[in-house]
């Protein structure tokens, strides 16, 4: 602690043995006069950490010994300057930079540091305390400071999510209540534009500004979460993000007009992500959420600014979203939802190219990390063998069926396509199952060639033996 060197980055030598991190130096036999040697393993921002978590316990404190006044409405002229004068949220400006830098291993690193000296804490702890009053009695200063703390948790989640080291330090401390009670600060209706609750203690300019701070913390909430459920979270966490309202809101953010273009797919991915956890489908599979997709596909069509791939894009996740669910052994589709689901799936896979979708996302940061979600669907009719399906004798629920299977194996020519992830799948183990995908699948069917076609892809490159 003297020399600020955290324990995840010391080298503790003793003569030429490598000592462990995981032993205390105690458990050693040491003699008087040895010696161990401590050296850096990597480089980090220490002070620029260290100022940081200071500046969030500080004004952490700051605010709850103000407490009992910011519950007061209207909250006073003095207080309202007290608070623009005391939170500088400019002392947090050069966070972000920290986990942009171009060397990944110093972004790990300061990843870690700011964990390991509870940096993560002091956050959420600061969070909690501007959840605890309601937005229309905050103050802008507090409402930007809330906003900068959600793009700052999504700079650190985002970073976390690159290494295991990382991902096992920020998933083992970050809590989703925050997240999502952020999200939901001010309710996103369907069709209408965000319009912040009236708020007394703010002039019209002010207002202004704090429509643009509601968008932005909206936007950096989802992007934390879309980052978050990469990480296995656990049932607990996963009920958060599947409650009625959370989803209501999602869906309302979808077909709100005061977000980009780019917002929504955002929004989307974070539906796609919901869909790896058999168990958020109970709730995905309400009616009400699966009119809010179709809704969604016919508001992608008409809303202005936005390209064609952006368009067969976000058309791509709703139907990956549509695919996982449809395949769900739990089978909870509604009956009349069949004929206008099929119709969706048959329009994207008879226009869309994986190769265009997969280009855009490289050049818009996409990245996924986990793949056998989608060799669940493309292996349905596998599965549907070895269990009881309620409707395997409807036509239409079948037609359903085959689209999801073949959307399903869309998403893994798209996956595959890229060098990176497919060495991620055959470090877990998955390729071959792409070689036997032929096979489960019904003779001479679209879905069997396309199969084909993602086992003539594979093949070039991987030396593919069926599972044993």
């Not at 002039?203 to 704090?210: C, M, S, W």
């Not at 977000?259 to 989307?268: D, G, K, S, T, V």
């Not at 799936?345 to 226009?351: A, N, Q």
Request: proline content about 5%; some cysteine; charged content about 20%.
């Amino acid at each position: 602690d003297q020399f600020n060197i955290p324990v995840f980055d010391q080298k503790l030598t003793f003569g030429p043995t490598v000592l462990s991190s995981k032993e205390s130096i105690q458990s050693y036999c040491l003699r008087n006069g040895d010696s161990i040697t401590v050296e850096y393993t990597s480089e980090a921002d220490v002070k620029e950490i260290s100022d940081t978590i200071g500046y969030l316990q500080d004004t952490y404190a700051f605010l709850e010994s103000l407490s009992p006044h910011l519950a007061l409405t209207p909250i006073s002229d003095s207080l309202d300057t007290l608070l623009r004068t005391e939170i500088d949220t400019t002392k947090l400006d050069a966070f972000p930079s920290l986990y942009h830098t171009s060397n990944p291993k110093r972004r790990t690193v300061n990843c870690l540091l700011f964990v390991e000296k509870g940096g993560l804490r002091a956050l959420q702890q600061l969070h909690s305390l501007l959840l605890v009053q309601p937005w229309k009695k905050t103050t802008l200063q507090t409402q930007l400071l809330e906003h900068i703390l959600n793009r700052i948790l999504w700079d650190l989640v985002s970073s976390g999510a690159d290494t295991s080291s990382e991902a096992a330090a920020v998933s083992k401390e970050l809590t989703l209540d925050n997240i999502v009670s952020s999200f939901l600060r001010v309710a996103v209706v369907p069709n209408t534009a965000v319009t912040p609750p009236p708020n007394r203690n703010m002039e019209r300019y002010q207002v202004q500004h704090q429509v643009m701070i509601v968008t932005e913390l909206v936007l950096n909430a989802l992007g934390t979460l879309t980052c978050a459920l990469e990480y296995d979270l656990k049932p607990e966490q996963i009920s958060i993000v599947t409650s009625s309202q959370f989803l209501e809101q999602v869906i309302g953010f979808l077909l709100c007009p005061s977000f980009l273009p780019i917002a929504q797919p955002m929004a989307m991915t974070v539906l796609v992500l919901l869909t790896y956890y058999k168990t958020a489908h109970n709730q995905l599979c309400k009616p009400s959420f699966i009119n809010g997709l179709i809704r969604s596909w016919g508001k992608a069509e008409t809303m202005e600014n936005i390209t064609k791939i952006e368009c067969t894009h976000f058309k791509y996740l709703v139907s990956v979203v549509i695919a996982q669910l449809c395949t769900s052994r739990q089978n909870l589709i509604s009956h009349p939802q069949f004929i206008q689901l099929a119709s969706l799936l048959s329009e994207f896979l008879s226009h869309a190219d994986y190769r265009e979708i997969r280009k855009w996302e490289d050049e818009n940061g996409y990245s996924w990390k986990k793949f056998r979600p989608y060799l669940q669907v493309a292996y349905f009719p596998y599965h549907a063998k070895r269990s009881v399906q309620a409707r395997g004798s409807d036509p239409l629920y079948g037609n359903l069926q085959m689209m999801c299977i073949e959307t399903g194996i869309f998403s893994l020519q798209l996956l595959m396509s890229v060098e990176k992830e497919r060495k991620m799948m055959a470090e877990q183990g998955l390729l071959d199952y792409i070689l036997c995908l032929p096979s489960v699948l019904p003779k001479n069917s679209s879905a069997q060639q396309r199969a084909k076609d993602l086992v003539a892809m594979l093949g070039k490159e991987m030396h593919l033996q069926p599972p044993s």
